[in-house]
């Protein structure tokens, strides 16, 4: 603890004064134990250790709020607090007002020069993902890609004459049940359901379907030749 002479009762008065119009003012429990504190100080050798039972006693605060209190009363410049270890107890060095203001400007100075005190340099994170690292996909893929999609999941549903006309030479590996849902699903977008399937002569899909496995027709035009089979059928 650095030794210096004891503050007399002037300059304990006027670090009581300043503290309580200090902003942002003290808690009322930091403030309580300042005076205390001040209180127990001797003004003939300047000696301040008080234990944190004993201040509870005198305050009726609890040992962790004047801990606390402590605790602020360092972080604010108020005073300087020592551990001794064979007394099991607390130095405390209080500041005078004109101590303070010395604080106050010497940490200012450390801070414009770049020297902040109790701040250590923390090292950036390791980027997850670097930019360069990044493999973009070529425009062509991605077409190529939408296309295959697009093929997958297309269903054509066209008129009759131009069912006739379209060339489907894709999916001639298709077997007869993937053949009768994709049926279906024109039969009922046209609107005329799984019931329409079922109304169509006998053998007329099965038909169908060899000529468009042997590559006779396309699939547009297969589905052409059963919609015309189903509206004679209606007729």
Not at 43 to 68: H, I, M, Q, W, Y
Not at 153 to 178: C, F, H, K
Not at 207 to 235: C, H, I, M, N, T
């Amino acid at each position: 603890m650095t030794k210096r002479a004891p503050l007399d009762l002037l300059q304990k008065w006027h670090v009581s004064q300043y503290w309580t119009r200090r902003q942002p003012l003290l808690t009322r429990t930091a403030l309580l134990v300042l005076l205390r504190l001040l209180d127990r100080q001797n003004t003939k050798t300047g000696r301040c250790d008080p234990s944190a039972l004993g201040l509870c006693e005198e305050t009726g605060f609890s040992e962790r709020g004047v801990r606390g209190a402590f605790k602020e009363l360092e972080s604010r410049g108020a005073l300087k607090r020592r551990h001794v270890a064979k007394r099991a107890r607390n130095q405390f060095l209080i500041f005078s007002v004109d101590e303070i203001g010395q604080n106050q400007r010497s940490a200012e100075l450390k801070s414009r020069a770049g020297a902040r005190t109790g701040l250590q340099p923390v090292a950036a994170p390791p980027a997850m993902r670097c930019r360069k690292n990044l493999k973009r996909t070529a425009p062509e893929q991605i077409k190529e890609t939408i296309k295959k999609q697009d093929r997958a999941e297309r269903v054509e549903v066209v008129g009759p004459t131009s069912l006739r006309n379209a060339g489907d030479s894709a999916g001639r590996q298709i077997n007869p049940g993937d053949f009768e849902r994709r049926m279906v699903k024109v039969f009922e977008s046209k609107g005329y359901g799984y019931e329409g399937l079922l109304e169509l002569p006998a053998g007329k899909l099965e038909q169908v379907f060899e000529s468009y496995r042997d590559g006779g027709r396309s699939f547009g035009q297969s589905v052409g030749d059963l919609l015309d089979a189903y509206k004679v059928q209606l007729d």
